[in-house]
């Protein structure tokens, strides 16, 4: 038993590629814990920027799961450990 003094703090670690949208705000692309790997929300946006808003659904998806296995990637990862 750890009192809450003595619990361990987890160690939070940035993902960040240039291969992937860059990140809209304050925050990373992805956070890495342990074993674990939690991404941002993401858009449909180029590597450099270009938004894809006006392109088709199929485009845009392609463009999204596109930015997730590179930061998967970066990170360790890839798509064939995500959970939901």
Not at 38 to 53: A, C, E, N, R, Y
């Amino acid at each position: 038993f750890l009192s809450a003094g003595a619990r361990k703090r987890p160690r939070l670690e940035p993902v960040s590629t240039s291969h992937a949208s860059p990140a809209a705000g304050h925050y990373s692309q992805a956070v890495k814990n342990g074993g674990e790997v939690f991404v941002s929300g993401l858009l449909p946006i180029m590597p450099d920027g270009t938004k894809l808003s006006g392109n088709t659904f199929e485009a845009q998806a392609t463009q999204v799961l596109r930015n997730l296995e590179a930061i998967l990637h970066e990170a360790g990862s890839g798509l064939d450990r995500l959970i939901q």
